[in-house]
Protein backbone atom coordinates (compact mmCIF):
# COMPACT_ATOMS: atom_id res chain seq x y z
CA UNK A 1 0.00 0.00 0.00
CA UNK A 2 1.52 3.30 -0.65
CA UNK A 3 1.71 5.66 1.93
CA UNK A 4 0.19 8.71 0.96
CA UNK A 5 -0.09 12.60 2.95
CA UNK A 6 -4.05 12.46 1.17
CA UNK A 7 -5.13 9.14 2.85
CA UNK A 8 -3.87 10.42 6.32
CA UNK A 9 -5.40 13.88 5.45
CA UNK A 10 -8.89 12.07 4.69
CA UNK A 11 -8.10 9.33 8.25
CA UNK A 12 -8.26 12.58 10.48
CA UNK A 13 -10.94 13.98 8.59
CA UNK A 14 -13.56 11.23 7.86
CA UNK A 15 -16.37 10.87 7.90
CA UNK A 16 -16.58 13.63 5.32
CA UNK A 17 -18.52 14.10 1.74
CA UNK A 18 -17.38 14.24 -1.59
CA UNK A 19 -19.63 16.59 -3.27
CA UNK A 20 -20.27 14.87 -6.98
CA UNK A 21 -19.73 17.41 -9.27
CA UNK A 22 -21.84 16.56 -12.58
CA UNK A 23 -25.47 18.57 -10.95
CA UNK A 24 -23.21 21.22 -10.90
CA UNK A 25 -24.04 24.27 -13.45
CA UNK A 26 -20.99 23.66 -15.19
CA UNK A 27 -20.91 26.92 -17.24
CA UNK A 28 -20.60 28.54 -13.94
CA UNK A 29 -17.99 25.99 -12.79
CA UNK A 30 -15.54 28.89 -11.24
CA UNK A 31 -18.58 30.00 -9.21
CA UNK A 32 -19.57 26.86 -8.19
CA UNK A 33 -16.12 25.39 -6.71
CA UNK A 34 -15.73 28.75 -5.07
CA UNK A 35 -19.43 28.21 -3.08
CA UNK A 36 -17.81 24.91 -1.88
CA UNK A 37 -14.80 26.02 -0.62
CA UNK A 38 -16.66 28.39 1.58
CA UNK A 39 -19.12 25.38 2.37
CA UNK A 40 -16.12 23.84 3.85
CA UNK A 41 -16.09 21.07 1.68
CA UNK A 42 -12.48 19.19 1.03
CA UNK A 43 -13.67 16.88 -1.73
CA UNK A 44 -15.34 17.13 -5.03
CA UNK A 45 -16.05 13.95 -6.97
CA UNK A 46 -16.16 13.70 -10.47
CA UNK A 47 -17.67 10.68 -12.27
CA UNK A 48 -16.22 9.83 -15.59
CA UNK A 49 -18.64 7.43 -17.72
CA UNK A 50 -17.32 6.43 -21.42
CA UNK A 51 -21.05 5.34 -22.54
CA UNK A 52 -19.66 1.74 -22.53
CA UNK A 53 -18.60 0.71 -18.93
CA UNK A 54 -22.35 2.12 -18.14
CA UNK A 55 -24.98 3.76 -20.52
CA UNK A 56 -24.61 7.32 -19.84
CA UNK A 57 -21.51 9.50 -21.52
CA UNK A 58 -19.79 12.40 -18.86
CA UNK A 59 -16.45 14.16 -18.70
CA UNK A 60 -13.12 13.50 -18.92
CA UNK A 61 -9.58 15.23 -18.41
CA UNK A 62 -10.29 18.52 -20.14
CA UNK A 63 -12.99 19.08 -17.31
CA UNK A 64 -10.68 18.39 -14.28
CA UNK A 65 -7.95 20.53 -15.56
CA UNK A 66 -10.15 23.20 -15.80
CA UNK A 67 -11.60 22.86 -11.93
CA UNK A 68 -9.18 25.37 -10.73
CA UNK A 69 -9.59 24.79 -6.91
CA UNK A 70 -7.64 23.78 -4.14
CA UNK A 71 -9.77 20.88 -3.31
CA UNK A 72 -8.92 17.37 -3.74
CA UNK A 73 -10.11 16.04 -7.09
CA UNK A 74 -11.45 12.52 -6.20
CA UNK A 75 -12.13 11.26 -9.62
CA UNK A 76 -14.15 8.18 -10.07
CA UNK A 77 -13.18 6.18 -13.27
CA UNK A 78 -16.26 4.25 -14.84
CA UNK A 79 -14.79 3.49 -18.14
CA UNK A 80 -13.44 0.29 -20.01
CA UNK A 81 -9.95 -0.91 -19.31
CA UNK A 82 -8.42 2.02 -17.44
CA UNK A 83 -4.70 0.70 -17.27
CA UNK A 84 -3.84 3.09 -20.32
CA UNK A 85 -5.99 6.01 -19.19
CA UNK A 86 -5.43 7.12 -15.88
CA UNK A 87 -2.12 8.55 -16.33
CA UNK A 88 -4.16 11.45 -18.69
CA UNK A 89 -6.47 11.91 -15.39
CA UNK A 90 -3.64 12.26 -13.39
CA UNK A 91 -2.11 14.87 -15.79
CA UNK A 92 -5.34 17.03 -15.52
CA UNK A 93 -5.44 16.99 -11.82
CA UNK A 94 -6.74 13.93 -9.70
CA UNK A 95 -5.69 13.86 -6.58
CA UNK A 96 -7.55 10.50 -5.92
CA UNK A 97 -8.60 7.88 -8.82
CA UNK A 98 -10.77 4.93 -8.58
CA UNK A 99 -11.18 2.66 -10.44
CA UNK A 100 -13.80 -0.24 -11.13
CA UNK A 101 -13.31 -3.97 -10.44
CA UNK A 102 -15.18 -5.03 -13.14
CA UNK A 103 -13.97 -2.46 -15.79
CA UNK A 104 -11.38 -4.68 -16.84
CA UNK A 105 -8.46 -7.30 -17.66
CA UNK A 106 -5.79 -5.83 -15.60
CA UNK A 107 -7.05 -4.07 -12.45
CA UNK A 108 -4.27 -5.36 -10.01
CA UNK A 109 -1.92 -3.80 -12.77
CA UNK A 110 -3.62 -0.44 -12.89
CA UNK A 111 -3.30 0.00 -9.24
CA UNK A 112 0.41 -0.68 -9.23
CA UNK A 113 0.80 1.69 -11.97
CA UNK A 114 -1.32 4.43 -10.35
CA UNK A 115 0.87 3.71 -7.17
CA UNK A 116 4.22 4.90 -9.08
CA UNK A 117 2.94 8.07 -10.47
CA UNK A 118 3.04 11.14 -9.07
CA UNK A 119 0.66 14.00 -8.20
CA UNK A 120 0.81 16.67 -10.46
CA UNK A 121 -0.72 19.37 -8.17
CA UNK A 122 1.48 18.65 -5.41
CA UNK A 123 4.58 16.02 -5.77
CA UNK A 124 4.67 15.18 -1.61
CA UNK A 125 1.22 14.56 -1.61
CA UNK A 126 0.65 11.17 -3.34
CA UNK A 127 -1.77 9.54 -5.47
CA UNK A 128 -4.96 7.60 -3.38
CA UNK A 129 -6.04 4.74 -4.81
CA UNK A 130 -9.23 3.07 -5.13
CA UNK A 131 -11.38 0.43 -6.16
CA UNK A 132 -14.88 0.79 -6.40
CA UNK A 133 -17.42 -2.47 -6.55
CA UNK A 134 -20.69 -2.60 -7.97
CA UNK A 135 -23.81 -3.44 -6.22
CA UNK A 136 -23.82 -7.17 -7.79
CA UNK A 137 -19.79 -7.83 -7.55
CA UNK A 138 -19.06 -9.93 -4.40
CA UNK A 139 -16.47 -7.53 -1.60
CA UNK A 140 -13.98 -10.71 -2.01
CA UNK A 141 -12.91 -9.89 -5.28
CA UNK A 142 -10.86 -6.84 -3.46
CA UNK A 143 -8.31 -9.57 -1.42
CA UNK A 144 -6.01 -9.84 -4.54
CA UNK A 145 -5.71 -6.28 -4.71
CA UNK A 146 -5.69 -5.37 -0.91
CA UNK A 147 -2.08 -4.32 -0.61
CA UNK A 148 -2.59 -1.73 -3.65
CA UNK A 149 -5.14 0.68 -2.70
CA UNK A 150 -6.46 2.87 -0.29
CA UNK A 151 -9.48 2.97 -0.89
CA UNK A 152 -13.02 1.02 -1.58
CA UNK A 153 -15.97 2.73 -2.86
CA UNK A 154 -18.65 0.85 -2.91
CA UNK A 155 -21.87 1.56 -5.31
CA UNK A 156 -25.08 2.26 -3.42
CA UNK A 157 -26.70 2.32 -7.43
CA UNK A 158 -26.29 0.88 -10.47
CA UNK A 159 -23.40 3.19 -12.47
CA UNK A 160 -25.31 4.86 -15.04
CA UNK A 161 -29.00 5.10 -14.30
CA UNK A 162 -30.96 7.30 -13.52
CA UNK A 163 -33.37 8.04 -10.65
CA UNK A 164 -32.31 5.10 -8.83
CA UNK A 165 -32.36 4.67 -4.84
CA UNK A 166 -29.97 3.83 -1.90
CA UNK A 167 -29.82 -0.13 -2.10
CA UNK A 168 -30.19 -0.98 1.68
CA UNK A 169 -28.06 -4.39 1.25
CA UNK A 170 -25.27 -1.87 1.44
CA UNK A 171 -25.02 -1.79 4.61
CA UNK A 172 -24.49 -5.29 5.30
CA UNK A 173 -21.75 -4.91 2.22
CA UNK A 174 -19.93 -2.02 4.25
CA UNK A 175 -20.30 -4.47 7.25
CA UNK A 176 -18.60 -7.32 5.63
CA UNK A 177 -16.05 -4.98 3.68
CA UNK A 178 -14.71 -3.84 7.05
CA UNK A 179 -14.67 -7.23 8.56
CA UNK A 180 -12.90 -8.54 5.39
CA UNK A 181 -10.13 -5.70 5.80
CA UNK A 182 -9.99 -5.61 9.52
CA UNK A 183 -9.01 -9.87 9.12
CA UNK A 184 -6.09 -8.43 6.73
CA UNK A 185 -4.83 -6.40 8.94
CA UNK A 186 -5.16 -3.11 6.72
CA UNK A 187 -6.30 0.44 7.11
CA UNK A 188 -8.12 1.25 3.81
CA UNK A 189 -10.66 4.00 3.29
CA UNK A 190 -13.98 2.93 2.84
CA UNK A 191 -16.54 5.37 0.34
CA UNK A 192 -20.49 5.13 -0.40
CA UNK A 193 -21.57 6.22 -3.47
CA UNK A 194 -25.34 6.61 -4.98
CA UNK A 195 -28.58 7.82 -3.90
CA UNK A 196 -27.13 9.73 -1.16
CA UNK A 197 -30.07 12.67 -0.09
CA UNK A 198 -31.10 14.84 2.81
CA UNK A 199 -32.94 12.18 4.56
CA UNK A 200 -30.94 9.72 4.29
CA UNK A 201 -27.46 10.98 5.54
CA UNK A 202 -26.91 10.41 9.11
CA UNK A 203 -28.56 6.97 8.36
CA UNK A 204 -25.68 5.88 5.67
CA UNK A 205 -22.82 7.86 7.95
CA UNK A 206 -24.17 5.04 11.23
CA UNK A 207 -23.25 2.68 8.59
CA UNK A 208 -19.54 3.37 9.37
CA UNK A 209 -17.95 4.70 5.74
CA UNK A 210 -15.29 7.61 5.67
CA UNK A 211 -16.72 8.90 2.98
CA UNK A 212 -19.91 9.65 1.39
CA UNK A 213 -20.67 10.86 -2.13
CA UNK A 214 -23.35 13.29 -2.73
CA UNK A 215 -24.39 15.25 -5.78
CA UNK A 216 -28.03 16.35 -6.42
CA UNK A 217 -28.74 16.99 -2.89
CA UNK A 218 -25.92 19.85 -2.96
CA UNK A 219 -26.46 20.97 -6.69
CA UNK A 220 -30.37 21.46 -6.33
CA UNK A 221 -30.27 24.62 -8.19
CA UNK A 222 -31.65 26.73 -5.19
CA UNK A 223 -29.31 26.75 -2.56
CA UNK A 224 -25.78 24.83 -3.19
CA UNK A 225 -23.85 26.73 -0.38
CA UNK A 226 -26.43 26.07 1.91
CA UNK A 227 -26.77 22.86 1.30
CA UNK A 228 -23.42 21.40 1.19
CA UNK A 229 -22.73 23.48 4.98
CA UNK A 230 -25.83 21.23 5.67
CA UNK A 231 -24.80 17.93 4.47
CA UNK A 232 -21.34 18.98 6.54
CA UNK A 233 -23.12 19.58 9.73
CA UNK A 234 -25.10 16.19 9.45
CA UNK A 235 -22.72 14.47 8.72
CA UNK A 236 -20.52 15.73 11.84
CA UNK A 237 -23.43 15.84 13.95
CA UNK A 238 -24.27 12.12 13.15
CA UNK A 239 -20.44 10.70 13.61
CA UNK A 240 -20.51 12.54 16.80
CA UNK A 241 -24.03 10.68 17.88
CA UNK A 242 -22.37 7.28 16.53
CA UNK A 243 -19.20 7.65 18.70
CA UNK A 244 -21.34 8.27 22.01
CA UNK A 245 -23.36 5.13 21.34
CA UNK A 246 -20.26 3.34 20.94
CA UNK A 247 -18.08 4.81 23.80
Known amino acids: MQNTNIFNELR ?4 L ?3 GMLTADLLSLGSELK ?5 GVKLLHIDVMDGCFCPMMTVGPPLIKAMKTPLLKDVHLMIDEPLDKVESYLAAGADMITVHAESGMHIHQTLQSLGKMANANHSDRGVLRGLALNPGTPIEVIEPVIDELEM ?3 LAVNPGFAGQKFIPSTEQRIIKLKKLIREAGKDVLIGVDGGIKKDNIADVVAMGPDIIVTG ?3 FDGKTPLENAKYMIETVDNAAK ?3 KEDS
Open 17 to 19: ISV
Open 241 to 243: TCN
Open 12 to 15: KASP
Open 35 to 39: LMEQA
Open 216 to 218: SAV
Open 152 to 154: VFL
